[in-house]
C-alpha cells in the first residue's frame, strides 16, 4: 500500500511538471496582440482618433472607401470596402467585406462595439479664471469614476474646425499630446472629518482643471471672433501653432481631455493591461483585428457578407447620427444588399437577409473584484484572462437569448476557447449596451459578449493580456464558423 502510494505520487510530480499547452497561456504572440492592442488605444485619446487609426489599419489592407453622401460604386464578390459617417474625421466607421460565394442566400455577420468613453469635454465657452490662475471650463461626458481624474497630467485631443483667409472650411484633428491641465485635490489638512470619511465630487465645482498661470489679462489676447472671446487666447495660441495655422483660422472645436499617461503591461509576467478607454476601444481593436484577419484568409470560403460598426455615444444613450440608435446599421445593410441585388431575386430579399444575420454586441464585461466579490453573483463572476464573457439579462438590459448564446458558446467549443458567463446579482442594477438597440431597430438576432476587466469607467482600467488573443480569434472563428452553426440549429 505504502509503495503504491509512492508510486503515485511520483507519478503526480512527472505530470505537474510536463508543460501542457493552455488556451490561457500566454505565448509572443498573446503578448505581440495586446501590445498592438495597446499601441491603438494609446493613439486614440478621442473618437475620432480611434476611427482614424481604424482607417489607417483598413487603408493598410487594400479597403476601399464608400462616401454615404454619394451613390456607391458596383460591388462585388470578394469585395473590402469601408466608410465614416460624417464622411472624414467621423467618430463611427463601419467597415465589411463580401465573400467571394456571396449570393441571395447570403446573409449579415455584424460585430458592433463603440468608440467613446466617459470623459471631460470642453464647453462652449471654456475660458475660467480664479486665484491667479487660468481654468478650463469642462463638462462631464457619460457616467465616469470622476475622483479618478484627480491629479492626473492631462491634456487635449480631437478635432478642429478650420476657415481659412480664402473661405476654404477643413477639419483637422489634432493632439497636444504633453502634459497641459491637472485637476488638483484638496490637501488632507484642509478637508473636515466627514469630508475625509466620504468624498464626493461636486461635478460642476471641483473638476476645473488648472490650464496655466492667469497672465493673459496682461499680455492681451488676439480674439477675432465672439466664439473666440469664450476661450483662453493662449490655448488657441497653442492650437493654432501645433496645426501650423493663424488663429483667427480656428472657429470651433470638439477637444477631449485625457491622461497621458499611455497603455502599459502590469503584473509580474505583464499578465495585465492598464490603459484609459479600455472601454470600449478594446472592442473597436478586437473588432477591427477579427475583420482584417477574416479578409486576409477567409474570403475565398465565405458566402456572407462580414461587417463591423464602431458607434459613438454608446455612453450617453447611443440617440445620435453616429450612435447606435441612428440608421446606420439598417442604411448600411440595405445598401450593400441593394449593391448586389441580381434581376432575378424576389422583392423580399432584404427582409430574408436581416432575418437570417446576426449581430455581436461587443462590449466589455465587469471582472470579479477580488475587494468586492459580494458585488458579483458568485456563479456568473468572470475573471481576467479567461475568455470572452457572454451576458445575459432577462430584463432585456443585454440582447443575449438562449439562441444566440448557444451559437457563441459553440463558436468558442468548435476552437477550443472558453466563454465564460456574467449575470448581475438581483439586488443590483444592470447596464446596458448598444446589443438591445440594434437588435430592436433592425430584428436581427443578437448576443452581448466582452472582455473582463476591473475599474470600469476609471481614468485607468485594468484587462487581461490574453483576453486580447482569445477575443480576435473568437470574433475570427464568428466571421468564418456562424454560417454552418446557424444552419444545423435551423435544420437548413
Known amino acids: 500500500?505504502?509503495?503504491?502510494?509512492?508510486?503515485?505520487?511520483?507519478?503526480?510530480?512527472v505530470i505537474s511538471g510536463l508543460n501542457f499547452p493552455s488556451s490561457h497561456e500566454l505565448t509572443p504572440r498573446s503578448m505581440d496582440m495586446a501590445r498592438s492592442a495597446m499601441d491603438y488605444i494609446t493613439k486614440s485619446p478621442s473618437p475620432n482618433h480611434a476611427v482614424e487609426q481604424g482607417v489607417n489599419m483598413l487603408i493598410k489592407a487594400d479597403f476601399v472607401k464608400l462616401d454615404e453622401r454619394k451613390p456607391w460604386p458596383p460591388l462585388k464578390n470578394g469585395g473590402k470596402y469601408y466608410f465614416q459617417r460624417e464622411h472624414t474625421l467621423g467618430s463611427?466607421?463601419?467597415?465589411?467585406?463580401?465573400?467571394?460565394?456571396?449570393?441571395?442566400?447570403?446573409?449579415?455577420?455584424?460585430?458592433?462595439?463603440?468608440?467613446?468613453?466617459?470623459?471631460l469635454r470642453i464647453k462652449p465657452k471654456?475660458?475660467?479664471?480664479?486665484?491667479?490662475?487660468?481654468?478650463?471650463?469642462?463638462?462631464?461626458?457619460?457616467?465616469?469614476?470622476?475622483?479618478?481624474?484627480?491629479?492626473?497630467?492631462?491634456?487635449?485631443?480631437?478635432?478642429?474646425?478650420?476657415?481659412?483667409?480664402?473661405?476654404?472650411?477643413?477639419?483637422?484633428?489634432?493632439?497636444?499630446?504633453?502634459?497641459?491641465?491637472?485637476?488638483?485635490?484638496?490637501?488632507?489638512?484642509?478637508?473636515?472629518?466627514?469630508?475625509?470619511?466620504?468624498?464626493?465630487?461636486?461635478?460642476?465645482?471641483?473638476?476645473?482643471?488648472?490650464?496655466?498661470?492667469?497672465?493673459?489679462?496682461?499680455?492681451?489676447?488676439n480674439e477675432t471672433s465672439s466664439w473666440q472671446k469664450g476661450h483662453e487666447p493662449k490655448l488657441l495660441r497653442t492650437l493654432a501653432s501645433e496645426l501650423g495655422v493663424e488663429i483667427s483660422e480656428i472657429v470651433d472645436f470638439e477637444l477631449h481631455l485625457y491622461d497621458t499617461l499611455g497603455?502599459?503591461?502590469?503584473?509580474?509576467?505583464?499578465?495585465?493591461?492598464?490603459?484609459?478607454?479600455?472601454?470600449?476601444?478594446?472592442?473597436?481593436?478586437?473588432?477591427?483585428?477579427?475583420?482584417?484577419?477574416?479578409?486576409?484568409?477567409?474570403?475565398?470560403?465565405?458566402?456572407?457578407?462580414?461587417?463591423?460598426?464602431?458607434?459613438?455615444?454608446?455612453?450617453?444613450?447611443?440617440?445620435?447620427?453616429?450612435?447606435?440608435g441612428s440608421t446606420l446599421i439598417e442604411e448600411s445593410v440595405k445598401r450593400i444588399s441593394g449593391a448586389m441585388r441580381e434581376e432575378e431575386d424576389g422583392q423580399d430579399l432584404l427582409e430574408c437577409q436581416i432575418r437570417k444575420s446576426f449581430v455581436v454586441?461587443?462590449?466589455?464585461?465587469?471582472?470579479?473584484?477580488?475587494?468586492y466579490s459580494t458585488k458579483h453573483e458568485k456563479f456568473h463572476?468572470?475573471?481576467?484572462?479567461?475568455?470572452?464573457?457572454?451576458?445575459?439579462?432577462?430584463?432585456?438590459?443585454?440582447?443575449?437569448?438562449?439562441?444566440?448564446?448557444?451559437?457563441?458558446?459553440?463558436?468558442?467549443?468548435?476552437?477550443?476557447?472558453?466563454?465564460?458567463?456574467?449575470?448581475?446579482?438581483?439586488d443590483c442594477a444592470c447596464g446596458s449596451t448598444i446589443g438591445p438597440i440594434i437588435s430592436a431597430r433592425t430584428g436581427m438576432r443578437c448576443v452581448d459578449v466582452g472582455t473582463a476587466q476591473l475599474s470600469m469607467h476609471s481614468i485607468r482600467e485594468m484587462g487581461g493580456t490574453k483576453d486580447v488573443e482569445m477575443a480576435v480569434d473568437l470574433l475570427e472563428a464568428f466571421f468564418e464558423r456562424f454560417r454552418e452553426i446557424d444552419e444545423e440549429l435551423n435544420g437548413e
Open 126 to 221: 471654456s475660458r475660467r479664471t480664479h486665484s491667479s490662475l487660468t481654468l478650463l471650463n469642462v463638462e462631464t461626458y457619460g457616467g465616469g469614476l470622476w475622483h479618478t481624474w484627480f491629479d492626473r497630467d492631462l491634456s487635449l485631443a480631437g478635432k478642429v474646425i478650420l476657415k481659412n483667409p480664402s473661405g476654404i472650411i477643413t477639419q483637422r484633428l489634432v493632439n497636444l499630446k504633453k502634459p497641459i491641465l491637472r485637476i488638483p485635490n484638496l490637501a488632507i489638512h484642509l478637508q473636515t472629518g466627514p469630508e475625509k470619511e466620504a468624498f464626493k465630487v461636486n461635478k460642476e465645482d471641483h473638476l476645473q482643471p488648472v490650464l496655466s498661470g492667469y497672465i493673459e489679462k496682461v499680455l492681451g489676447g
Open 381 to 426: 463572476a468572470p475573471k481576467l484572462n479567461s475568455g470572452v464573457v457572454i451576458k445575459t439579462n432577462d430584463n432585456q438590459r443585454y440582447a443575449t437569448s438562449g439562441q444566440t448564446g448557444y451559437i457563441f458558446r459553440e463558436i468558442g467549443r468548435k476552437i477550443g476557447h472558453d466563454v465564460q458567463e456574467f449575470v448581475v446579482r438581483n
Open 92 to 119: 463611427s466607421l463601419v467597415a465589411f467585406t463580401i465573400g467571394h460565394h456571396y449570393s441571395s442566400s447570403s446573409r449579415f455577420k455584424i460585430i458592433g462595439a463603440h468608440t467613446d468613453s466617459p470623459n
Open 263 to 324: 497603455a502599459s503591461f502590469n503584473g509580474l509576467d505583464g499578465e495585465f493591461i492598464t490603459s484609459s478607454r479600455l472601454d470600449n476601444q478594446m472592442g473597436c481593436y478586437v473588432s477591427l483585428q477579427a475583420l482584417l484577419n477574416h479578409a486576409d484568409k477567409g474570403l475565398k470560403n465565405d458566402s456572407d457578407v462580414s461587417l463591423i460598426a464602431l458607434f459613438d455615444h454608446e455612453e450617453v444613450g447611443s440617440s445620435s447620427t453616429t450612435g447606435a
Open 361 to 371: 454586441s461587443f462590449d466589455m464585461a465587469h471582472a470579479e473584484h477580488p475587494n
Open 1 to 13: 500500500m505504502i509503495t503504491r502510494f509512492f508510486l503515485l505520487t511520483a507519478l503526480f510530480n
